[in-house]
T-cell receptor
Framework: SQQGEEDPQALSIQEGENATMNCSYK?????LQWYRQNSGRGLVHLIL?????REKHSGRLRVTLDTSKKSSSLLITASRAADTASYFC????????????FGKGTLLTVNP | DADVTQTPRNRITKTGKRIMLECSQT?????MYWYRQDPGLGLRLIYY???????NKGEISDGYSVSRQAQAKFSLSLESAIPNQTALYFC??????????FGEGSRLTVL
C-alpha cells in the first residue's frame, strides 16, 4: 500500500512562478525524501529531511515537514522549463529498516 | 559510466517466457532494490537485499524472483512472464539510511 500521497497529481505553471507540491503519509517516519523523474528516466534524489527537522533548503528547493500533520511540501522557486518532471515523495517508516515507500507523484509542467 | 547499470534497457517478450533483468552498481553500497513503475501507480517495491546473504520480499513479489550474485550485482527474474508484468523496472542502491541511486530503467513489454 502507498505510504505517501502527493497532491496535486498534476500542476501546470508559467516559467518564473513558484511550484508547490504536497505529500501526506500515514505512519511515523525516520525521514522523508523527494525525488525527481524526467519522463521515462531513472529517479534522481533531490533532498532528504529527517523527522526531527522542520525545514530544509537546497538551491531553489525548499522542503518542509510537519510530523504532527504527517505532511511535507516541496517548493520550487523561480521555476524553469527544465524543471518539468514528475516529483515523488518517499517515506522511510519507523521500523521498516530504512526501506523507502514512494507515492504516486506529481507531474509538474513549466511552460516557457 | 553510470553508477547503476541496468540491462536490457528495453525488452519485448511473449507470455510464458523466462526473462532476467540485470543490475550492477559501482557505488559500493550493500543495499539493492528492485522497483516496478506503472502509470498512475508510482513505484512499488518488488524485492530488496541488504547484503549478499539477505533477500527480502517487497509489496509485490509474486511472479518474481531475485538473485544477489555479489555485492555489486542483483538480478530480477520473471519465471513465466505475463502481460500484466508489462512495466518499467528500476534497480536502485543505497547506503544504510540515505538516498537511493537509481538505474535508468528496463522497459519490459509482455505480449
Amino acid at each position: 500500500s502507498q505510504q505517501g500521497e502527493e497532491d496535486p497529481q498534476a500542476l501546470s505553471i508559467q516559467e518564473g512562478e513558484n511550484a508547490t507540491m504536497n505529500c501526506s503519509y500515514k505512519t511515523s517516519i525516520n525521514n522523508l525524501q523527494w525525488y525527481r523523474q524526467n519522463s521515462g528516466r531513472g529517479l534522481v534524489h533531490l533532498i532528504l529531511i529527517r523527522s526531527n527537522e522542520r525545514e530544509k533548503h537546497s538551491g531553489r528547493l525548499r522542503v518542509t515537514l510537519d510530523t504532527s500533520k504527517k505532511s511535507s511540501s516541496l517548493l520550487i522557486t523561480a521555476s524553469r522549463a527544465a524543471d518539468t518532471a514528475s516529483y515523488f515523495c518517499a517515506t522511510d517508516a519507523r521500523g521498516s529498516n530504512y526501506k523507502l515507500t514512494f507515492g504516486k507523484g506529481t507531474l509538474l509542467t513549466v511552460n516557457p | 559510466d553510470a553508477d547503476v547499470t541496468q540491462t536490457p534497457r528495453n525488452r519485448i517478450t511473449k507470455t510464458g517466457k523466462r526473462i532476467m533483468l540485470e543490475c550492477s552498481q559501482t557505488k559500493g553500497h550493500d543495499r539493492m532494490y528492485w522497483y516496478r513503475q506503472d502509470p498512475g501507480l508510482g513505484l512499488r517495491l518488488i524485492y530488496y537485499s541488504f547484503d549478499v546473504k539477505d533477500i527480502n520480499k517487497g509489496e509485490i513479489s509474486d511472479g518474481y524472483s531475485v538473485s544477489r550474485q555479489a555485492q555489486a550485482k542483483f538480478s530480477l527474474s520473471l519465471e513465466s512472464a505475463i502481460p500484466n508484468q508489462t512495466a518499467l523496472y528500476f534497480c536502485a542502491t543505497s547506503d544504510f539510511a540515505g538516498e537511493l541511486f537509481f538505474g535508468e530503467g528496463s522497459r519490459l513489454t509482455v505480449l
